[in-house]
């Protein structure tokens, strides 16, 4: 008996053969695929009516070829496009959309801000990292100011992206940031976008120690995951801090729902 | 669900006689043909494409789907998303947002996803010259995308095949599993000319699997099964085993893929190659001009002029562009004292033609300007007396 939430029921979402997965130790992805199983089978959906789409890069992993259900996995960028032509096409699927930073916001920023703009009945997953974790560490449009990268030696100079704000400016309908560590809200998040009518985005902060963490001295994974925590302050408690305590941190919670 | 392989249906315009622009007789064509999925780009000259398409699909509803993307990208990815929902799926440009679809092209030869793109080709490179014709995308289409491939294209020398080639070209996708170019010229695009539209059209609708079947290998050209029926689908433009497995490091696997997707097109030439020969028949020929497009229109007159004057002259006129029609070219020329090709670019197809006929003299405008029979005809005579 599979009892929606139940371990059986997420098992059931996943090809046993594709494991172990790739992702490098202390990588935040495993815990985001989990996270999106265990929202899925808490809804009792079936994976068989479901489309998963992604694009290049580690977070594109996520659900090619773990997820038993359909995975169209293209060309870098280009996920949300391709999703649109399916789900258009056959409005019955359930199509969710998963990519990295550099995926969804550098190179398929466009795709992402017309999404949002058309509000097409799409779920946006952005593994946020905050690297081009694949290959070889660069900086992306969300990497923080200072934090050295593969191309960024200095530290980077670039202001980053707010990518929550960005979707919402664009239109989006249901618009969330959580990070891997707040497993419950984010669970919880994920659900509420499945079944969002719309577009909806979640942005999931995702520690990537092997390529993020050791060039910034914090090769320790749960040293990563501790700062991670430190960093996001809730939307309701952000209410209550002075513009200096909140210098730095990024607020976590739903920005449109 | 739709029969499928091979099948004829009633066309979706009454039949009769139709007064149409090149761009709306492909429209019509790919809704002859089944066409339910429309992602598209402004571009000139194609737009008329997207426009008759939006019109038409409004019209004719029955789940069809149109849709402006945001660019050539994601027009064709979402071409590609679509096809894999299930749908015969097509879009239109012109040289610069062709340019813009490569990487997607690229995807849809390795995932072998049908999809039809035409391209109605313009003056280039760059922005060039919007509104005026040219036949300088011929190796874009062949070569543009990275890696080993075989590319269908298809190129149309009136209104009426621009109709008939267009269905050619969705039933080769369907039929072959992969994209399919169109190529035709602003001139063809819009040009006015009368269309025939017959009662029945004959149709090639993909073959689905009967069961959990390989949809990536076993078969050269395997069943294509459809998202949301519980296959559990793995479509990547990794290099991938038949079940879809990426296999990025097996020097096997890719050989195998690689080859199969190469061959699935090499071993139908017949199938997929179409060519048209007229005043070709006599044991030797003084001259024979080969020609594809608006080009050939010219040419046909310009060989009539010189058989008027006696001179043995024939069309050998290529419908197929890619895979090139070397065998048919080699055979004519072996009998034909003389070969010329004149095309709208600086000599794209002649190099292809001087593999199989080292004769070969090329007449070339890259003016933005069509090349008129009497181009032609001087030509051939400069030709004969070379």
Redo the contacts between chains.
Sequence with gaps: MKTPGSTESILSCIRAEAFPTPFCPGCGHGILLGAILRAIAELGWSMDEMLFVSGIGCAAWIPSPHFAADTLHVTHGRAIAFATGAKLFNPALKVVVIGGDGDLASIGGNHLIHAARRNLDLTAICANNRIYGMTGGQVTPTTPLGIRTATTPQGNTEPPFDLCRLVAGAGATYVARYSVYHIRPLIRSLKKALTHKGFAFVEVLSPCPTQYGRRNKIPQPGEMLRLMKEECVSLDRAKEMSQEELEGKILIGEFVS | MSETGWTTVESVLKPGRYFLQGDEAIAEGAIAAGC??Y?GYPITPSSEIMERICERFAELGG?R?F?Q???E???I???????????K?MTATSGPGLTLML??IG?AIITETPVVVIDVQRAGPSTGQATRPAQGDMMQVRWGAHGDFQIIALSPWSVEEAYTETIRAFNLAERFRVPVFLLTEEAVGHLRENVDIPAETRIYNRIRPQSKEPPFGQAEVPPMPV????????????THDEW???RTSSAQAQQKLVTRLSAKVTNHLDEIIEVEQRFCDEDELDILVIAFGFTARSAWRAVQAARQEGIRAGLLRLKTIWPFPEEVVRQLALRSRAVLVPEMNLGQILREVQRVAPQAQGYHRTDGEVIVPAEIHQAMQEVMRS
Aim: charged share 10%; glycine share 22%.
């Design positions: 339910n999925y992602g789940g789907v849709i993307m945001e660019d990208i994601a027009s990815g979402s071409c590609i998303g679509a096809s894999w929902a299930g749908a799926a990487e997607n995807y998202f949301g029926q519980g296959h559990e689908l793995l479509v990547t433009g990794s879809g497995y990426r």
